[in-house]
Every structure is written in C-alpha cells, then in structure tokens.
C-alpha cells in the first residue's frame, strides 16, 4: 500500500527535474554562444567598429560579441515578437543602446552603405543565392570582414557561387554546429595622401582609383560651421581618416572616411584680421604617418594623432618664413608631405623637415629652385617667369629628375595643372575653362568654354576628371571633355578630393561636406557594367 504522503512527493521531485533539465538547457545556449563569439572574432581579427548580426535567435550571439569584443552591435531579429523579446534580453543585461536590435531580414535591411566593419549573416536555414552576397558587400566596407554561417552540406556551394561574383578573397572553416565562411573585403589602397609635396588649394594630386567610375551615390554628409568658398575648408583623406579645417570658427575636424562620423575635434585660434595668404596656408592640413600637421594658430604648428585628435607636438612657425609671394605661389609654402616626412618650404634659402611621431627637425635647402616649379606626379612644370601681368604664361614641362625638356605649353598663370597617367592627358587651367593636351604627342585634346569660371585644380580617377566651376562639380571624359554629369554645390570653389571610390566635396549654400560613392563600390565584382 502507498504511504499517503508519498505521492504528494513526487510531483515536486518530477518537476524539478524538469526545472533542472530546461535549466541545463537554456544555460547551454549562453555558454555556447561564448565559444561561437571567441571563435568569430578570432577568425576576423575586427577589434572595434560597427558589427551587423542577421539570423533567428542571434541576438545572443551579438550579447557575447560585445562582451569579448569592442565592437558596436546590430542585431536583426525576423519579426516584431522576436524583436521585443531580444530587447528584453540585452536590456536585462545592461548593454541595450550598445547593442541595438531592429526587425528585418536579409532582403530588408535599410543600413548605410559602407557602414560595418564586420557582418555575421546567419545562412543555415537559406538557399544558396545572391540576395545575401548583394547585401554583405553592399554593407562592408572596405578592410572589413564577413563571417557568414552556413550549413556544412552547402558551404562549398556559397563558395563557388562567391567566387563567380569575383568575391575570392574568402576561406571555409567548421564551427561547432556546422560550417562558416570567412570573407575579407579588400582594403583601402595604400596610397599617398593627394596632397603631393607642393599641394594645397591651387593644386591637388589625385589619388588613382582604378574601380571608380560614375554614376555616384551620397552615402553621408556632414554639416560645416563655415562658408567653404571664402575660406578655403579642403577635405584631406589619408590613413582612414577625413581632415578639414574650419579655421575660422576653430576647428580641426576628423571623420570617418565610409560613414561621416565625428571621430574627433582639435581647436586651433585665428585672428579675424588674419591676412588672405596666411588664411590660405594655414588652412589646408597634411597627412603622414597615421598624424596630421596643421597650423593651429598663426605661431604654431600642431601635430594630431589621425585616431585619437591627441596632439602629439607642437612646434613654432619658423620666424624667417617668406609670407610675401603672390597668390600664385602660394602651392610652393603650404604644408607637404615628402619622403614620408613634413616639409614646409620656408623661403628661398631655408626648407624644413619634420618626422611625423617625433617632431624631429631637418633644415636643409630647397628641393630645387625657389618659386620656380609646380610638381604634379612625376613632372615638374617650370614658368617662365611668375609676373602675373603677362599672360598667358608658357611652361616648360620635364620628368622629375631629368633636365630633358619633354614639351611646352601655354595656359593662364595659375599653377593649376592634373595628371591623367593611364590616359596619358594633361588637363590645364586656360583662360576660359580646362585644356587638355596628349602627354606623348602635344597635340590639344579638347577646350574652351567646356567649364568655365574654374575654381581649384582638377582631380583625375578611373577615366574622369573632376572640377569645380560656375558653382557646380564636373564630371568630364579626359580624352574628349564631355561632361557625365555635374552636381549643384552653390558656388563652392573648393576642389573635390578622391580616395578609394569615393568623392568629397564642398556645398557651400548647405555648409555640407559631402561623400559620394561610385556605384563600383557598392556593386558585386562580377555584376559590374563594364
């Protein structure tokens, strides 16, 4: 016979088994979600930035990456009741805002192109199609990484179908629960900053971009504090990082190149009285070795740390600097880069290097003769004399290094001149718009009143010439001049600058620097138009 009580025993004892088994379980899925977050971020080696998590239940997954990573997370649940329930989740943890959740799915996510350095996309449950590669190169940006779950039987399949679409850099590993596949979007070309030795506002080296071609799309813009035409505000890009000058309300602003944000911001302090050749210099920076050096204040230049806005150091603006040329020279004393170091032109007798992470100074002689020379590329263009009162100017053409004169040309005085190497063009400032001559033969490609009223030089990439003039951007055909298309800034004089695809400009009416976006950039290798 059953003791009376001992039934009413048991249930408890059942139950807590239960209790104890689904316990066991839902401890399981943290756990595992720990080795799967370890082995993600082993494999891309992404140490910081915005990560991009995709896939029923991988809210979790993106918990333990911001735990074991400095990462920003975004998770995409596939309808609102999984939404709300993995809000409730990071939120119980105390990390909802760093890690956010929104609703979506591979064919619906409404992110920025360019904007994630990182991307797991939770393939297992998916057939293997282009929907999902469209959308990871649509959203990686260059340097990033994409670690893309799929199920063991199909990764070899993602593979080949990754490799048709020219996504070749890309490797097959085993997670615990099946395979993954780990993408590596090519990074930023490591170029020289386009501001050559003798840059500044009335010259500009392009940085060549053999991917770039139009049409564009903006991907960001960001707002100014200061009229761009006036004052001269030119984006710099190099080491991953965008440069501008608002001098006159003091600030020194770094961006993120891909997605416009405010990385940081260094004061610098100008008198209002300040004269228009030394706003001109000063307000332009240069970019070596991961720093930037820039005139903070009319006796000082300040060296900044490209990822921190830290100053690094400071050093005074040499005393017997020349501040007297005429605007036209104004390209042989901005700041420069050479050799991998800063140099400043200080006058005709004296030249000063510095090393962009110790501050170490070199006095030495000009590189060649003082006021005599606009170097573009590898050519050095000599006038033949610097009196703007004689124009149109002639000017003598050699190879940097050679004495041998490869040809002359005529144009107005401005040293504003743009290299098309793979073209072989030369595009030059004439008194009615841009001029373009065949760097072998001399023979005068195209001219006249293409685009006049020109402001700053031109910028060469991918077959395309862009200018400011008559208050738009231009986009023209180097060997015939015929203009792409152009873009309404408002009268902004400031040249664009190119790096990695992507267009910057000035719109002085709006105060905007904007990025546009080849649309190479954003479109699979093997589905571009050629």
Not at 144 to 168: C, E, I, N, Q
Request: hydrophobic share 40%; aromatic share 10%; with cysteine.
């Amino acid at each position: 016979m059953t003791h009376p009580h001992r039934r009413r025993i048991r249930y408890p004892i059942s139950l807590l088994l239960v209790v104890a088994v689904a316990a066991g379980l839902c401890l399981s899925v943290p756990a595992f979600g720990q080795v799967e977050a370890e082995q993600i971020l082993a494999a891309c080696k992404i140490e910081r930035g915005n990560c991009l998590v995709t896939g029923p239940g991988r809210t979790r997954l993106a918990a333990e990456l911001h735990k074991h990573g400095n990462l920003r997370l975004y998770a995409v649940e596939p309808d609102d009741a999984s939404v709300q329930a993995a809000r409730r989740h990071v939120d119980a943890l105390g990390i909802y805002g760093k890690v956010t959740v929104h609703e979506g799915d591979l064919g619906r996510l409404r992110f920025a192109p360019l904007y994630f350095h990182m991307l797991v996309f939770d393939l297992t449950a998916r057939r293997v199609t282009e929907e999902a590669l469209v959308n990871m190169y649509r959203l990686l940006r260059p340097g990033g990484k994409a670690f893309l779950l799929v199920a063991p039987d199909k990764a070899k399949d993602w593979r080949k179908l990754m490799t048709s679409l020219g996504l070749a850099q890309c490797d097959i590993s085993q997670m615990p629960d099946g395979g993954c596949i780990v993408y590596s979007r090519p990074g930023p070309d490591p170029t020289q900053d386009w501001r050559a030795w003798f840059g500044g506002p009335f010259h500009q080296c392009a940085t060549h971009c053999p991917e770039f071609k139009p049409p564009l799309v903006e991907i960001w813009s960001a707002r100014m504090t200061t009229s761009a035409r006036h004052n001269w505000v030119v984006p710099i890009i190099g080491d991953g990082v965008v440069v501008y000058h608002e001098w006159q309300f003091g600030y020194i602003n770094g961006h993120d190149p891909y997605t416009g944000e405010l990385l940081w911001t260094h004061a610098s302090s100008f008198p209002d009285n300040a004269g228009v050749h030394k706003r001109l210099w000063m307000s332009v920076p240069a970019i070596a070795g991961g720093t930037t050096l820039v005139a903070t204040s009319l006796e000082e230049l300040t060296c900044i740390d490209l990822k921190t806005g830290k100053t690094l150091w400071v050093k005074p603006i040499p005393a017997d600097i020349d501040w007297d040329q005429v605007p036209g020279a104004q390209s042989l004393r901005h700041l420069a880069v050479h050799d991998g170091k800063y140099y400043l032109l200080v006058n005709k007798e004296r030249a000063v290097y510095w090393d962009p992470k110790t501050g170490g100074e070199t006095s030495t002689k000009p590189l060649l003769p003082y006021r005599a020379y606009t170097k573009v590329d590898n050519y050095i263009f000599y006038p033949e004399n610097w009196d703007y009162s004689h124009r149109p100017m002639t000017w003598t053409v050699k190879a940097e290094g050679s004495d041998e004169a490869l040809y002359t040309f005529r144009s107005s005085g401005r040293p504003r001149f743009c290299i098309a190497e793979d073209q072989r063009a030369l595009l030059y400032m004439a008194w009615d718009g841009y001029s373009a001559l065949d760097l072998d033969t001399q023979e005068h490609l195209w001219g006249g009143p293409v685009m006049p009223y020109s402001c700053g030089s031109a910028t060469y990439a991918g077959g395309y010439a862009f200018a400011t003039a008559s208050g738009a951007t231009y986009c023209m055909d180097v060997r015939t001049g015929r203009i792409a298309w152009l873009i309404r800034n408002s009268n902004s004089c400031v040249p664009p600058s190119i790096a990695n695809g992507i267009l910057y400009t000035m719109s002085n009416n709006s105060l905007r620097l904007r990025a546009m976006a080849s649309r190479n950039l954003l479109t699979l290798p093997g589905r571009r138009s050629k």
